[in-house]
């Protein structure tokens, strides 16, 4: 939060508030950012060390983003840490990732302007897994290599991610 007007009150989450299993997940995993709770009538404004901020309306909706690109979302909206259980999965956004769902509004960082790439059954969309922020609920990363002598010798391994219905 940079600044407010309203009547809003900021009170930081408990540590037990997501409940036991979520409180473990947090320690396990590393996603243990604090969360803040902001409560009231007003308008809050949110940014972070000058990074761009992409709001994201949810309708009934699921999708996956790395915690660190989390900055808000909307009460209506539920999460949870999601051990990522494929490899792919692994490399684009680390073994544990936020998995948001619902209905409402969710604002994620990134360094750049980011773009959104449509992906089409049977036209599967590859990306660099470390400029990977966020992806829909109902695709699964998968792994892609491209070996040869290239890489081999002196060149590493390029690794790409195709993403799958």
């Known amino acids: ?25 947090k320690a396990v995993s590393g996603e243990s950012t604090p969360m803040m709770k902001a409560e009231g009538n007003g308008r809050v404004y949110f940014a972070e060390n000058g990074k761009k901020v992409r709001i994201i309306y949810l ?18 909206i539920q999460w949870d840490i999601k051990m990522m259980r ?23 960082t990134t360094h750049f302007d980011p773009i959104t790439l449509v992906v089409q059954p049977g036209q599967p969309v590859y990306t660099d897994p470390n400029a990977t922020v966020a992806w829909s609920g109902n695709l699964t990363p998968s792994i892609k290599t491209d070996i040869s002598l290239k890489t081999l010798f002196g060149r590493g391994q390029r690794r790409i991610f195709p993403a799958r219905f």
């Open 59 to 76: 309708q009934n909706e699921m999708f996956y983003v790395n915690g660190n690109n989390i900055l808000a979302f909307e009460d209506a």
């Open 86 to 108: 494929r490899v792919a999965g692994m490399a684009a956004g680390g073994l544990f990732n936020m998995q948001l769902g619902g209905t409402g509004m969710v604002a994620i």
């Open 1 to 25: 939060m940079i600044g407010y007007t309203g009547n809003v009150k900021f009170e930081r989450e408990g540590v037990l508030e997501g409940g036991l299993g979520k409180f473990l997940k």
